[in-house]
């Protein structure tokens, strides 16, 4: 129901680093929260990160320091700083985003489309 952009997705070497956006556009909407998944082939989507309008946040144990959830309120846009990448992390990376619809007034959610992050020589 939500309408999401994401971008920043690509080919970067092992060890190399990326940064994810994801854009709610339109000022319908206030963001309590945004997280980033991840779905590598053949295994199921899991959560890389959340973070909160507040700017609380939370990750996955894999993440293991390299990733950084951010939030630009102001521009309804989360960001994921990836670093220290692996072929491991090779994967379509999908952003959501838990919302209060000021149309309505009331939560929703949404999905973005996914971005292809691979890792690879």
């Known amino acids: 129901q939500v309408p999401l952009v994401e971008s920043g997705g690509g080919l970067v070497q092992p060890g190399g680093s990326l940064r994810l956006s994801c854009a709610a556009s339109g000022s319908r909407f206030s963001i309590n929260a945004m997280s980033w998944y991840r779905q590598a082939p053949g295994k199921q989507r899991e959560l890389v990160a959340t973070?909160?309008?507040?700017?609380?946040?939370t990750y996955a144990d894999f993440v293991n320091g390299r990733v950084t959830i951010s939030i630009d309120n102001a521009k309804n846009t989360a960001y994921l700083q990836m670093n220290s990448l692996k072929p491991e992390d090779t994967a379509v990376y999908y952003c959501?985003?838990?919302?209060?619809?000021?149309?309505?007034?009331?939560?929703?959610?949404?999905w973005g489309q996914g971005t292809q992050v691979t890792v690879s020589s």
């Open positions: 959501n985003v838990n919302v209060r619809d000021l149309w309505s007034g009331v939560p929703a959610i949404g």
């Open positions: 973070i909160s309008r507040g700017g609380s946040t």
